[in-house]
């Protein structure tokens, strides 16, 4: 038979090191979630905000050119934002004037969409201001309102033009 050493006896909790992996894991996981989470976030309102950006940019053009009613500019609007936005949350404000520097921009409200709306297409040379929002309900809402929002994210695109000779 083999002599048994005398090893000293480390009965330490310390000294094991089994469970480490996973209260690692559980520390760094929920910070990567929430990554994660913010990016998709993020990412669906770039493609919303760019879907956004060019339907008001297409139906803008239906003013431009003295074609446009406030029926068929909606229509242009939600024709073109389709499938990344739903038709019936999309507001709008257009407004007309004889300068630039008499249109102002319409405020965004607390409620996290634009404070007022309305259409008024103008006419031949007339300067427009065209604003196209829509609110839209953030996914992670609970995230946003701890952070001190209101829960929607506001997808808004502004374009300021002079209408043709007509």
Request: aromatic share 8%.
């Amino acid at each position: 038979m083999f002599p048994r050493k005398n090893r000293p006896a480390r009965t330490s909790i310390l000294s094991h090191r089994g469970g480490a992996t996973a209260i690692e894991f559980a520390l760094i996981a929920p910070v990567f979630l929430l990554i994660l989470c913010a990016w998709t976030e993020v990412g669906l309102c770039l493609m919303m905000g760019s879907a956004l950006d060019n339907a008001a940019r297409d139906a803008s053009r239906l003013i431009r050119t003295g074609a446009a009613s406030e029926a068929s500019f909606k229509a242009a609007v939600c024709a073109k934002a389709a499938p990344a936005i739903p038709c019936s949350g999309i507001v709008y404000n257009v407004q007309t004037g004889s300068s630039f520097s008499i249109l102002g921009v319409v405020a965004v409200s607390s409620t996290g969409t634009l404070s007022s709306t309305g259409f008024t297409a103008g006419g031949s040379g007339a300067a427009m201001l065209v604003q196209v929002a829509y609110p839209k309900p953030a996914f992670f809402s609970s995230l946003l309102k701890a952070a001190g929002f209101g829960g929607n994210i506001l997808i808004l695109t502004t374009l300021a033009f002079q209408n043709e000779s007509y």
